[in-house]
C-alpha cells in the first residue's frame, strides 16, 4: 500500500479534484501521513461508512470538532445523537422551513437586493449571499441583535479549528474566542426564550421534552455547529448556483420559468461543489476491506466531496448538469441519522434568494470567474457580478 503522505491540506484548498480523482483510481482507502488519518473517496465506501456506525462512529477521541465548538450532534451516534437532534429538529423540518421562515427570506433577499440596486453591480459572495445567509441563521436559531460580521467570523474560526490537522496554536486561540462569545449570546437568549418562549431553535432546545433537558452549554455547542455548516452551505452553494446558471443562460431561463428547474439546479449545485466536503469518523473496531486493514481508533474523513465527483456513479461528473436522472443521489446533506439538519432551511434560502436576484436583476452577469477556497469547507470566496436590463430602482 502506498502512503499519500504527500497529501496536504494546502494542495487540497487550491484544487482537490484532480487529487480525488486520484485517490478514486489508485487508492480509495488512502492512509496520509501529513494528516494523520484515512482519506475515503469513493462514493460506494463513503456511502459504507455514513451507514455503519457500528464500525465508522461518529464520536472521535480527541475530536477536532468538539475542541472547537463543545460536544457536538455531528460527534455524537444512538441515544446521545437522538436527544439533541430531537430537542432542536422542530424549527428546521421541511414543512415548518416552508410556513415559518420563506416569506422572511424572501423580504431578507429583497431588502439587501434593495440596498444594491444603486450600484452597478457587487461582489455576490461579500455584498449579498454572506449578509443573507448570516440574517437567514441569525433569524432562524434565535440570534437576531447578531451582525453579519460577528457571524462570518465565528464561522470562519470554527472551520478553521474542524480543519486544523495541524494544531496551530493561533486557529485554536481563534476558536476558544468565537466560542466564548457564541457562548455568551446563546446564555443571554436562553434566559429570553426561557421567559418568552418563541419559535426559534434555541427556545424549541429550551423547551424540549425531554428526561434530562439540555444545559446552556449543551445548546450553545450546538449553535456553534450551525454557524459552521449552517452557514457555510448556503453562503457558498448560493454563489456557485448563480454563477452556473449565469454560465448557462438556458438553465437560468428555465430556474426563472420553472420551480422544478430551480430546484434540480440547486441540487446539483450541492453536488458539483460540495459546500461541506467531508465528515470525520473513527474505527470503533478492526475492519478489513479491499486488503486493507484500518485498526480501532483509528480516524478517517468520508470525503463526500469526491464522492458526489466518482465517475462510477454520477456520469460525466465534473459537468455540471441539472437533468442527470440520479440528481437526487448526492451526498452533499451526508445520509442516515447523520443527514443534514439544516438541510431545508439551506434549500429554501438558495429557492428564496434566487427568485429575488432574478426578479431584480434580470441582466445579472457574471464579469470574472469566482475564487475558490478550502477543501472540508469549499466554496467561492468572491464573484464579481454586473448589475443590467430592468428592476432596478
Sequence with gaps: MTMVSDITGEALSRDPYPIYRRLREEEPWAWSDRLGLWLVSRYDDVVLVDRSPEIFTAHQENSLAERAMGRVM???????????????????????????????????????????????????????????????????????????????????????????????????????????????????????????????????????????????????????????????????????????????????????????????????????????????????????????????????????GSANRDESKFADADVFDPDRADLNDHLAFSLGAHYCLGAYLAREQLRCAVRVLWDRFPGLLVTSPPVFAGWMFRGPRELQVAFAGAGRE
Excluded at 416552508?98 to 455576490?124: F, H, K, Q, V
Excluded at 448557462?248 to 450541492?270: H, K, Q, V
Design 74 to 304: 455531528i460527534r455524537t451516534d444512538g441515544d446521545a445523537h437522538r436527544r439533541l437532534r430531537a430537542a432542536m429538529d422542530g424549527p428546521l423540518k421541511r414543512r415548518t422551513v416552508r410556513e415559518r421562515w420563506s416569506a422572511a427570506l424572501l423580504a431578507n433577499a429583497e431588502e439587501i437586493a434593495g440596498r444594491l440596486a444603486a450600484r452597478p453591480g457587487c461582489d455576490l459572495v461579500a455584498d449579498f449571499a454572506a449578509p443573507y445567509a448570516a440574517r437567514a441563521l441569525t433569524m432562524a436559531v434565535g440570534l437576531p441583535g447578531t451582525t453579519v460580521e460577528q457571524v462570518v467570523e465565528w464561522s470562519g474560526a470554527f472551520i478553521a479549528g474542524l480543519s486544523n490537522h495541524s494544531g496551530d496554536p493561533a486557529v485554536w486561540r481563534r476558536c476558544e474566542l468565537a466560542r466564548a462569545q457564541v457562548g455568551e449570546h446563546v446564555a443571554a437568549a436562553v434566559a429570553r426564550v426561557t421567559r418568552e418562549p418563541d419559535d426559534t431553535v434555541i427556545s424549541t432546545m429550551v423547551h424540549a421534552d425531554l428526561a434530562e433537558p439540555l444545559t446552556v452549554e449543551e445548546i450553545a455547542s450546538q449553535i456553534r455547529l450551525l454557524f459552521s455548516g449552517g452557514f457555510n452551505e448556503p453562503w457558498h452553494a448560493l454563489a456557485t448556483l448563480v454563477w452556473q446558471l449565469c454560465e448557462r443562460p438556458d438553465l437560468a431561463e428555465r430556474s426563472r420559468a420553472d420551480a422544478a428547474a430551480l430546484d434540480a439546479a440547486i441540487e446539483e449545485t450541492m453536488r458539483w461543489l460540495t459546500p461541506v466536503g467531508a465528515f470525520p469518523r473513527q474505527l470503533a473496531a478492526d475492519h478489513t476491506l479491499d486488503g486493507v486493514t484500518l485498526r480501532a481508533g483509528d480516524k478517517l474523513l468520508a470525503l463526500a
